[in-house]
């Protein structure tokens, strides 16, 4: 098996890993946008809410149906 091959693979199993977790990763977005809003005294509310929505997309769809 090809170094190629190889990574094929773990992306693969990665993306699969975070189909199944894809609530639980949508979750910790949001968690993460609030403590940074927090943190940030909410002077950059906007820009955080564009990047939890940024990174949700990229979360492969949930499994569950």
Same mark, same amino acid.
């Given at each position: 098996?090809?170094?190629?091959?190889?990574?094929? *693979?773990?992306? *693969?199993?990665?993306? !699969?890993?975070?189909?199944?977790?894809? !609530?639980?990763? *949508?979750?910790?977005?949001?968690?993460?946008?609030?403590?940074? !809003?927090?943190?940030?005294? *909410?002077?950059?509310?906007?820009?955080?809410?564009?990047?939890? !929505?940024?990174?949700?997309?990229?979360?492969?769809?949930?499994?569950?149906?």
């Amino acid at each position: 098996m090809s170094l190629v091959d190889t990574l094929k *693979g773990l992306i *693969g199993k990665g993306k !699969d890993a975070a189909a199944q977790n894809a !609530d639980k990763i *949508g979750d910790a977005v949001d968690k993460a946008g609030a403590f940074v !809003d927090d943190k940030t005294g *909410g002077k950059y509310s906007d820009k955080i809410e564009k990047g939890k !929505d940024a990174a949700k997309k990229v979360i492969p769809p949930s499994d569950k149906a």
